[in-house]
């Protein structure tokens, strides 16, 4: 496992080519994302022609064959050059998504789906989380009910990320009604298919940050999926979706950190620059002392997260060290972009400093895709042994 500060040549080359290509996207234009609300298009189409979508993915299929680790390594860097969440969660979904189709999926299913999902040609959408449900996943209401030809999905998603120019969905549903399951998390099914807006209306959130890349709510009215979008066996869902929730977390808790550092250098530039009582703000401890104790959250947190992608690399179980990344990673980025705006005084408080975006976008990953008090709850009876809470 390589830690960021001790990188092969590889993992350094694919850092220095991510940082090529974002510093062709300055401040302004992500600001301007930000204002307008605009997708960054071509953003997104620099990293797919880097063929940085498919870091993770087998070479069969079009991808670099790499590990989480490289997948890490580019998502912090995305942040890190001042995209933040705005540029991350463009890619984010393309990057790791489409894990339980690439586990679980037949030869066909892969074939036809995974090239074009790594090529950029093909955006898809992730849809679990319900308005009534929240993180209680064996709550889902949405059914898929059998037909002649397949299932019919009826039902409401919410926070489904990137649906208003999505091709596919990925989209889970109750098969067998929660009552008639041995265990509330069997009976969900898990779905690839075509995004039809004739039958899916996606309704996007007004939402405090990350205006560019939008969240919506889902109605799904009468979807048809052919028997052949189903993605492994029926009823066992929940199972393959796991494969993709350690992942995840590993890539909020380096976003998370990127966009930390991010904050911290332009805090530690205005710090440098801004002179008050004839003297430069950054030779005062009450400025000096927060940033270098964001610097030590942020580094600690990153070499766990770092630690948790070298596991899972290994095939070896690191549920707890992805949480706890997570947590780590998301608190400690949110605190250093939080002390960033502090240290800018009043002008932290303009648009045209870039670090209140920053706080903006930071407080998104405290929330998603898994709360802190969940991965607080799973710390406490998957490492300590204590009794569920809830």
Request: proline residues 4%; negative net charge.
């Amino acid at each position: 496992m390589h830690s960021i500060g001790e990188m092969t040549e590889d993992q350094l080359a694919i850092k220095d080519a991510v940082e090529k290509t974002c510093s062709q996207f300055g401040e302004d234009y992500w600001a301007k994302t930000d204002e307008t609300g605009d997708w960054p298009e071509e953003f997104c189409n620099a990293m797919a022609e880097g063929g940085w979508l498919g870091v993770a993915f087998p070479e069969e299929y079009g991808g670099a064959g790499l590990g989480l680790t490289e997948a890490a390594l580019v998502m912090q860097t995305v942040t890190r050059s001042g995209a933040g969440y705005s540029g991350a969660s463009a890619i984010h979904l393309n990057i790791f998504g489409p894990k339980p189709l690439e586990k679980f999926g037949t030869p066909e299913q892969k074939q036809e789906n995974l090239p074009r999902i790594i090529s950029g040609e093909e955006k898809m959408c992730f849809a679990v989380t319900e308005p009534n449900s929240g993180l209680d996943t064996s709550s889902l209401e949405t059914k898929a009910e059998r037909t002649n030809t397949g299932y019919t999905i009826n039902g409401r998603k919410i926070w489904t990320t990137g649906a208003q120019r999505a091709d596919k969905i990925l989209i889970i549903a109750r098969t067998t009604p929660k009552d008639q399951a041995s265990k509330p998390y069997l009976g969900l099914s898990l779905f690839y298919t075509d995004f039809d807006r004739g039958k899916i209306d996606a309704k996007p959130i007004p939402k405090m940050g990350r205006k560019a890349v939008e969240c919506n709510m889902l109605y799904l009215d009468g979807l048809e999926v052919p028997k052949e979008h189903l993605i492994g066996e029926e009823g066992q869902g929940f199972k393959y979706l796991l494969q993709g929730l350690n992942p995840e977390r590993v890539l909020f808790a380096v976003e998370s950190v990127g966009l930390g550092f991010a904050a911290l250098e332009r805090a530690t530039t205005y710090a440098k620059e801004r002179v008050v009582f004839g003297r430069p703000i950054g030779q005062n401890q009450g400025i000096q002392h927060p940033l270098a104790q964001r610097w030590a959250e942020l580094k600690a947190a990153e070499l766990l997260a770092y630690k948790a992608a070298g596991l899972y690399d290994q095939g070896v179980d690191c549920g707890a060290e992805a949480n706890a990344a997570k947590l780590l990673g998301t608190e400690a980025g949110f605190k250093a972009c939080e002390t960033a705006v502090l240290s800018h005084g009043g002008m932290g408080y303009a648009k045209e400093y870039h670090v209140e975006r920053y706080m903006r976008e930071a407080m998104l990953a405290r929330i998603a895709p898994v709360s802190r008090e969940m991965i607080l709850n799973f710390i406490a009876e998957r490492v300590l042994g204590l009794p569920k809470s809830y």
